[in-house]
Each structure stands twice: as structure tokens, then as C-alpha cells.
């Protein structure tokens, strides 16, 4: 489905670098944001000014360059921690170390950026969060190693492969997901799709051999004892879905390896989405069977046009 992620610049740079080095820790310059995230005499020569709740100016001697990516804490909150599964959200800035220009900055979008620290991330971007607390600033030189070297250069940003980049990220909030639906198992109800679980709570989808339902069925699979999902929150989910004719699997985020993060009943996503999530609580597991008015009517992508899409939706978290 969808995914809320940092803004479409950013893309390149966050979401579809999965490779990179992990940096050690080394030398005794001052503390790392993160344990596996060195500090450098190289980030303190940084000067960061600029009002708070804005997007700082960075100052440095061009062009800047680091043999390891390294980190230097700005400010230490004392919010939760960043751990691999958890949703940052943060503002930030980068900036390219050869020349001192804006590469993209969530200042620019008008609110913080969310996203999952897990692989999918730029390595340097996932070494400078993890360890990191809500209510830290923290600035991180990312080597090219572990930015956009094992992707070349990138013309829509300016960067090149050889470019180190600097990332300033003022951390908002910490969310730490579950990690599958857990609550009070419900009655399946008879004539809707069978759901099976793997041991690490992946759904398997067999659809019966019937016609599907004209209108949109929203039942409960598992009963979350969470708080109850709101209109207008963000919402963190593990999804399967499957078309009604065919059982196929079109789209998973347990596939992918990776929970997905998107508002909830303002129309970021499909109407059965909206209708059959809103109120759920977290922890809970849902049956959506959406028929093709509230899903793609037109198709998409793999979906052909009137489709009745089945889902199985654990909701692992939601905030305002």
C-alpha cells in the first residue's frame, strides 16, 4: 500500500539505498550519538546556526570529507531510543560536504519526516539515528561508502558518488511498533477468506471459491487492547493482500521486510483502508475484503480494474 516517507528528493537517498558499511567505534574525541557511530575532531570544526524550529545554516571548510561515517551530539534528549523496527521522526537537513549546498531538508515539506530504522534506509543515515534519543539533535558526516557510492551519482540531487554528506536530524519522537497483532483471538466468520499465520505472524490468504461480497467487510481477526485508531493519526501496519479471483499476492509488507507507515482517514490511502481501520485498536488484527469502489476501481498496477482486494492488516502502532 502506501508508505509515508522522507520527501521525494530524498527517495534516492533513503529509501532505495540498502547497502553500505557499518562504522565502529574509534578514538576518544567526544561522545557518539550512538554506539556504533564514532565522533570526529573533523564534525566539531561544523558550525551550526539558525533558529530553533527552523532549518539550521552549516558552516565548515569546503570541501568536507570523513574516512569514516561519524557522528557529534548537538543536544542529548531523554526520550526512547532508536532501535532497529523503531519510527523516527524528525526534522532534517543535508547538505553536500564538497560544495556546502542543500541536498533536501523537511523544513522545505512543512513537517517532520517519518520512517522505520531498518535496511531500506542510507547506511549512514541508519548508523547516525540508531542509539539515538527523542529530543536529540544530532549531526552525522555520512562517507560516501555509506551514502551514494554504491549508487553512483545522482543528477536530481547534485551529489556524487565521491560526495560526503552531511545529515542534521532534530529528533521529535521515538515510536517502537509491535511486531505483529497481539490480543484475544476472534471467531473467523464462516464464507469470508481463511487466514493462517506463520511463527512469526506473516498471514496466509486462501480465498473461497464464491462470489465476493458487494460491500466492504471489515472483521476482526484479533482484538488489540491498544489505544483506539483515530481519524487523521499515523498508523503502522503489516499487510497481505491478495486478489479475490485469483488468491495471488499483489502487495505484502512482510514480504518486503518492513512495516509501512501512512495517515489513516484523510484519503492517503484507499477508502476500505479509511472505513475498515478507523476505530481498530493497536495490537489488532482486521480482515479487510474491499470491493472495487472503495479499492481500485480503474486498477493498478498488478491489480486489474474491478478487483476485490483481501487484506490481513495487523496495526502496530498509531499517534497523532
Known amino acids: ?45 561544523v558550525k551550526l546556526s539558525g533558529k530553533e524550529g527552523e532549518a539550521p545554516t552549516l558552516e565548515f571548510e569546503k570541501p568536507f570529507s570523513v574516512k569514516k561515517t561519524a557522528c557529534r551530539l548537538i543536544e542529548e534528549g531523554d526520550g526512547d531510543a532508536l532501535a532497529k523496527g523503531s519510527t523516527a521522526i524528525f526534522d532534517f537537513v543535508f547538505v553536500n560536504g564538497r560544495d556546502g549546498k542543500e541536498v533536501s531538508s523537511s523544513y522545505d515539506a512543512g513537517e517532520p519526516a517519518e520512517v522505520v530504522l531498518d535496511d531500506q534506509l542510507l ?28 549508487q553512483g551519482d545522482d543528477p536530481q540531487s547534485g551529489m556524487k558518488a565521491t560526495d560526503t554528506l552531511l545529515f542534521f536530524a532534530d529528533v521529535k519522537d521515538v515510536r517502537t511498533p509491535l511486531a505483529r497483532a497481539k490480543g484475544t483471538a476472534v ?30 467487510v471489515a472483521q476482526p481477526l484479533i482484538k488489540g487492547k491498544g489505544a483506539e485508531v483515530k481519524t487523521g493519526q499515523t498508523i ?17 509488507s512482510w514480504e518486503s521486510g518492513s512495516p509501512a507507515s501512512f495517515p489513516i482517514g484523510t484519503g492517503g490511502v484507499i477508502p476500505g483502508w479509511d472505513k475498515g481501520l478507523v476505530g481498530r485498536t493497536v495490537g489488532s488484527q482486521v480482515l479487510l475484503v474491499i470491493p472495487p469502489a472503495d479499492g481500485y476501481p480503474n486498477g493498478s498496477g498488478s491489480i486489474p480494474p474491478g478487483a476485490t482486494l483481501v487484506f490481513v492488516v495487523d496495526i502496530l502502532d498509531a499517534h497523532s
Open 1 to 45: 500500500m502506501l508508505r509515508r516517507t522522507l520527501p521525494a528528493l530524498l527517495l534516492p537517498l533513503v529509501l532505495l539505498a540498502a547497502c553500505g558499511s557499518d562504522a565502529s567505534a574509534t578514538g576518544d574525541d567526544k561522545v557518539a550519538a550512538a554506539a556504533d557511530c564514532p565522533s570526529t575532531k573533523a564534525l566539531d570544526a
Open 236 to 252: 503502522t501496519v503489516h499487510y497481505t493482500g491478495v486478489l479475490w479471483d485469483t488468491g495471488e499476492v499483489f502487495d505484502s
Open 123 to 150: 547506511a549512514g543515515v541508519r548508523i547516525g539515528l540508531e542509539g539515538v534519543r527523542a529530543g536529540s539533535r544530532v549531526l552525522v558526516a555520512i562517507t560516501p561508502d555509506d551514502g551514494f557510492g554504491p
Open 187 to 216: 471467531d473467523p466468520v464462516e464464507g469470508q477468506p481463511a487466514v493462517t499465520l506463520a511463527k512469526d505472524g506473516a498471514p496466509t490468504i486462501t480465498v473461497p471459491k464464491t462470489a465476493p461480497p458487494a460491500e466492504l
